[in-house]
């Protein structure tokens, strides 16, 4: 069974930063492409952020370029979500997220909820203004 936990989410006033992390169970981290999504209040999931398997591309949503950071380390299992200049409009609860381990190609960094089957509880972003 696929396990993930996120952490690192909190209250910010705006301007500042938050790290997120992803701790992802077994082995899955080390075959699968992650990916970040949030859900603000009364809208749907939407893609942040996503990483390849093997960390050599990574893709993002066109209105946080430039913010966010998205990276992985394999020795502790874990994908963070670097989010730099925050605005009041980031708030919302985050999320990680993995398809089922299988075969992946090395640049492929899926970017819809649809490509993904195992999720974390969420981790709370509150951007004060």
């Known amino acids: 069974q696929v396990q993930l936990a996120e952490s690192g989410g909190g209250l910010v006033q705006a301007g500042g930063s938050l790290r997120l992390s992803c701790a992802a169970s077994g082995r899955t981290l080390s075959i699968c492409p992650m990916g970040w999504f949030r859900q603000a209040p009364g809208k749907e999931r939407e893609f942040v952020a996503a990483?390849?398997?093997?960390?050599?591309?990574?893709t993002y949503a066109d209105s946080l370029k430039g913010r966010f950071t998205i990276s992985r380390d394999f020795a502790k299992s874990t994908v963070y979500l670097q989010m730099n200049s925050l605005k009041p409009a980031d708030t919302a609860v985050y999320y990680c997220?993995?398809?089922?381990?299988?075969?992946?190609?090395?640049?492929?960094?899926?970017?819809?909820?649809?490509?993904?089957?195992?999720w974390g509880q969420g981790t709370q972003v509150t951007v004060s203004s």
């Open positions: 990483i390849s398997w093997s960390g050599d591309s990574t």
């Open positions: 997220a993995v398809p089922y381990p299988r075969s992946f190609g090395n640049t492929y960094v899926p970017t819809t909820t649809s490509a993904y089957d195992y």
